[in-house]
């Protein structure tokens, strides 16, 4: 939302003409840093979470496994986590370039260095979980809605037709 105010507003300035033009990509140093942030980020450890949780479905749905198949279906879902990760820091790299100025990068990625964000980047995939499991049960939309028809009387759902 905040991009898209800063956009309006600089095509209705002065220089409108400039804003049109295409940016110039990130530097290869701010590309780097991005990367080393986006190896950190939370959405990575969702995606390892959503692969963990898919190489069991796997093993579930192919039935009695030796160890020796149970280990192979591991090594092809480790190998193809991999593959995923390195899209997804890549891809996540480009938007870090575009958000955050090489500055915040910097600094970002010196926290992460840390043992500090070492510890958060690692624990991420363990957080993850409990937050799903805290989330259960709360819809955010029927919250609203609920709140808005009780101040307002808008949205209010219809009365339930009378019983027979």
Do not use: N, W
């Amino acid at each position: 939302m905040i991009r898209l105010g800063l956009a309006v507003a600089a095509l209705t300035s002065a220089g409108a003409v400039a804003a049109a033009e295409t940016p110039a990509p990130p530097s290869a140093a701010t590309m780097a840093l991005a990367r080393q942030v986006a190896a950190g980020d939370d959405f990575l450890a969702l995606v390892q979470l959503d692969a963990g949780s898919k190489v069991q479905s796997v093993e579930h749905d192919l039935g009695d496994l030796t160890p020796a198949e149970k280990a192979k279906v591991e090594a092809i879902g480790a190998a193809k986590l991999a593959e995923g990760s390195a899209r997804v820091i890549d891809k996540m790299a480009v938007i870090y370039a575009t958000v955050f100025t090489p500055d915040q990068l910097k600094t970002l990625a010196a926290f992460l260095a840390t043992p500090a964000g070492k510890a958060y980047s690692a624990r991420l995939i363990k957080v993850l979980p409990g937050l799903g499991e805290g989330m259960k049960g709360f819809d955010f939309k029927r919250e609203v809605l609920k709140d808005t028809c009780a101040q307002i009387q808008k949205g209010c759902p219809p009365p339930a037709p009378p019983k027979p």
